[in-house]
């Protein structure tokens, strides 16, 4: 088979055979003795990328992946800790997340959010790696936006995730944020969160290299125990308003 020139056509050929017909991108260049790096170069040219873990082409934002340790706190502990350093910068923002009407996008480990910070809109996805721990891994990955959609159609959800879903808006979080770039490669992020007449605490500290010692046991000493699985921001406001919904709050 010879495959069409125009990128956007080669991107609708590939990824309808990616889903029909071929496990991985390898096996498909394989029998049909395809360029893999010439499909993925063409590809590029628009802006997707093969993912491995989806076998499909994606259009991808900025992307990273982030790694931090999570920790739930109580009033006390969060007073202890907002005294207990020397905060870079104070700010407020605002993550207003959407959900499909299948669950699809949670049984997935998908967050879809539109953060606000600094007056700027700006998309994210997250997809979490270990939802079961302490320590959580997640690749996110950001696209330009022009205020909150109420919306976001099953196609513009599948660029953005490689789902095919609809999305709509749930309702917002809010997060005081001080954050403290410790040292090279380690943040500190103290947060109190107001979301639906409910108010918690939590501290995350993102890391891209060995937390210090005198650090870990500056957060023991405040009463910081990165023991019990984190439960995210966005999780808890799922939560949260799932038990108002069925009137138990």
């Known amino acids: 088979m010879t495959f069409?020139?125009?990128p956007a056509m080669l991107l609708s050929v590939l990824n309808t055979k990616l889903r029909d017909f071929y496990p991985t991108l390898d096996a498909l260049c394989d029998d049909m003795e395809a360029d893999k790096d010439e499909l993925i170069k063409k590809c590029a040219a628009i802006g997707y990328t093969y993912i491995?873990?989806?076998?499909q082409f994606i259009l991808r934002g900025r992307m990273m992946l982030e790694t931090e340790l999570k920790c739930m706190l109580d009033k006390e502990t969060y007073d202890r800790l907002e005294s207990a350093f020397t905060w870079d910068e104070?700010?407020?923002q605002v993550n207003s997340y959407y959900t499909d009407p299948y669950g699809t996008l949670k049984q997935n480990g998908i967050t879809?959010?539109?953060r606000t910070k600094n007056g700027m809109d700006i998309i994210q996805v997250k997809t979490h790696k270990n939802a079961d721990s302490p320590l959580q891994?997640?690749?996110e990955a950001?696209?330009?936006c022009s205020g909150i959609p109420e919306s976001f159609s099953a196609e513009d959800v599948k660029k953005?995730?490689?789902i095919e879903v609809p999305a709509s808006l749930l309702g917002s979080l809010t997060t005081k944020r001080h954050s403290l770039m410790y040292c090279d490669g380690v943040e500190i992020c103290l947060d109190k969160n107001d979301y639906l007449d409910k108010t918690d605490y939590e501290i995350e500290v993102e890391y891209t290299r060995e937390i210090p010692d005198e650090l870990k046991e500056s957060l023991r000493?405040?009463?910081?125990e990165f023991k019990a699985p984190a439960v995210g921001k966005c999780s808890r406001f799922m939560i949260r308003l799932a038990n108002i919904l069925k009137g138990e709050i």
């Open 90 to 92: 104070v700010f407020e």
């Open 221 to 224: 000493t405040a009463g910081v």
């Open 4 to 6: 069409p020139n125009d």
């Open 137 to 139: 891994i997640a690749e």
């Open 52 to 55: 491995p873990e989806r076998n």
């Open 160 to 162: 953005m995730t490689g």
């Open 112 to 114: 879809l959010r539109v």
């Open 142 to 144: 950001e696209f330009d």
